[in-house]
């Protein structure tokens, strides 16, 4: 079995059973050791997955480190285990720092059982950095975070490997990590970078008042526009067929002075998933209508997706908002029938029902288009 798919299935067990997990001892024994496991290593095995390693340090005697890790005979990655749900950015590692540094390990992990960060020497040689060069989610990560991750597994292990990209993993990912936190909540810094550049005006506390709104919707609004640039240019380049994302023309923002009586959703976020499953029902049911006249349209709960825009002629609803289960509500003669999909291309599974679907509603206007 491939990492990818060991590590959804921990992640699939991890989302059930996350809530009986309660001690640190349960969350090793549960998630901790089925993750080592995922990654090549004989758990069983104590010359290769050492658990409480021991290892005195200065006056301090008898410290243990949750696990240590022998790889071709050399100690290489040292573990520490906190419980489910502790939030590492605020766990006690002292333990961890002290045994970096009189052991031969070059990499040291500090997890709660669904986060893992990772740690080196990337600063100054022999003493872990206080920041990891790189942390990986089980239940929430991205295909690229399984690559890094599969450097850590016991065939694919390489000192240098790991280093040579480690540093720029760092910084990229600290970078990602400001650059999320302005799109969520835009500080007065960034604001103020960007009113300078298209207000003449001076920039005083009513001005920025003005502003925040509109910087954050700008931030959420552009990020749309290019993912929907994206995956047009991939459809057309799989179609052949130039596609236009049906989305509704914006409301012209009032000027700066009235900003504060937009009302603006900020809790309802169209993902990159959703519009992935939007274009692909586009596709499918082109056939049958024209593509122009389907539509999508996000809420809350879910996302809709529309013929002639009308919540009265829904195609298929997306309920991608659970990180780990996925499910699509398809309609037949006005009934709901809610499926769980394993990835968003199961919705082609489906094609012949969303045609029918749509053709139903052209049937019920006496007109189906050539």
């Known amino acids: 079995m491939e990492l990818v798919d060991k590590i959804k299935s921990l992640a699939g067990r991890i989302e059930r059973q996350k809530g009986g997990v309660l001690t640190e001892e349960a969350c090793k024994n549960a998630f901790v050791m089925p ?50 749900g502790t939030n590492l950015a605020q766990a006690h590692m002292s333990q961890l720092f002290r045994y970096f540094s009189v052991t031969d390990a070059r990499f040291a992990i500090l997890t709660n059982g669904i986060e ?14 206080q920041r990891p060069f790189f942390k990986f989610n089980i239940v ?34 600290a970078l990602k990590a400001e650059f999320m936190k302005e799109i969520q909540n835009p500080s007065e810094e960034f604001i103020r970078m960007l009113v300078a550049r298209v207000f003449d005006g001076r920039f005083t506390a009513k001005i920025k008042d003005d502003f ?16 929907s640039v994206k995956l047009t240019n ?28 937009l009302e603006i959703e900020t809790d309802i976020e169209t993902t990159e998933e959703e519009l992935e499953g939007f274009y692909i029902v586009k596709a499918i049911v082109r056939s049958v209508v024209k593509p122009d006249r389907i539509f999508l349209r996000d809420a809350k709960s879910y996302c809709a997706i529309l013929l002639d825009d009308n919540n009265r002629k829904p195609l298929i609803r997306l309920h991608f908002n659970s990180k780990s289960i996925k499910y699509i509500s398809l309609f037949k003669e006005k009934t709901e029938d809610k499926i769980k999909i394993d990835t968003i291309d199961d919705i082609y599974l489906y094609s012949e029902q969303l045609r029918e679907t749509a053709q139903s509603y052209n049937l019920e206007n006496a007109k189906i288009p050539a």
């Open 35 to 84: 993750f080592l496991s995922a990654l090549g290593y004989d758990v069983f095995n104590p010359e290769i997955v050492i658990p409480e390693f021991t290892a005195d340090v200065g006056t301090k005697k008898g410290e243990k480190v949750d696990y240590a890790i022998n790889i071709n005979g050399k100690l290489s990655i040292l573990v520490e285990c906190k419980g489910c």
């Open 116 to 129: 893992y960060w990772f740690y080196s020497d990337l600063d100054a040689p022999n003493k872990m950095d």
């Open 140 to 173: 929430e990560h991205r295909p690229n975070e399984i690559c890094e991750l599969e450097k850590f597994s016991s065939d694919a292990f390489d000192v240098g490997t790991i280093l040579s990209t480690a540093s720029n993993l760092k910084y990229s990912s």
């Open 212 to 227: 925040t709104p509109l910087v954050a919707t700008a931030i959420h609004d552009s990020i749309l526009d290019l993912l």
């Open 234 to 261: 991939a459809l057309e380049a799989t179609t052949g067929t130039p596609n236009v994302l049906s989305r509704a023309a914006p409301t012209p923002s009032a000027p700066p002075s009235s900003v504060s009586a």
